[in-house]
Nanobody
Framework: QVQLVESGGGLVQAGGSLGLSCAAS????????MGWFRQAPGKQREPVAR???????NYADSVKGRFTISRDNAKNTVYLQMNSLKAEDTGIYYC??????????????WGQGTQVTISS
């Protein structure tokens, strides 16, 4: 059983900063991708940032230059540093871990989500 536990959400004013972290536990392939998704009220869940075990990253266009994803492989933990926050960054942020289990086959695991609210 894989568990992802997020922490660090909260309320912050526009222009401020917030950091999220997510610790993974259980059995999963050491070769995996971890990332963050978010879901705003009335909208679909969308990817925010992802990072491979080797450190390759990609970001949604809306957060490039403002958010930074990083990970500590020894701790199976992924972080998201969010700067210059905007009201549209408000939503529930979900941690994600994806492991490859075969050609074209992946298992995906999700955290319970943490609320991020930006006041304008």
């Amino acid at each position: 059983q894989v568990q992802l536990v997020e922490s660090g959400g909260g309320l912050v004013q526009a222009g401020g900063s917030l950091g999220l972290s997510c610790a993974a536990s259980g059995r999963f392939d050491s070769i995996n991708t971890m990332g963050w998704f978010r879901q705003a009220p009335g909208k679909q869940r969308e990817p925010v940032a992802r990072i491979t075990g080797g450190g390759s990253t990609n970001y949604a266009d809306s957060v490039k230059g403002r958010f930074t994803i990083s990970r500590d492989n020894a701790k199976n933990t992924v972080y998201l540093q969010m700067n210059s926050l905007k009201a549209e960054d408000t939503g529930i942020y979900y941690c994600n871990l994806e492991e490859r289990v075969g050609p074209g086959r992946f298992n995906a695991y999700w955290g319970q989500g943490t609320q991020v609210t930006i006041s304008s």
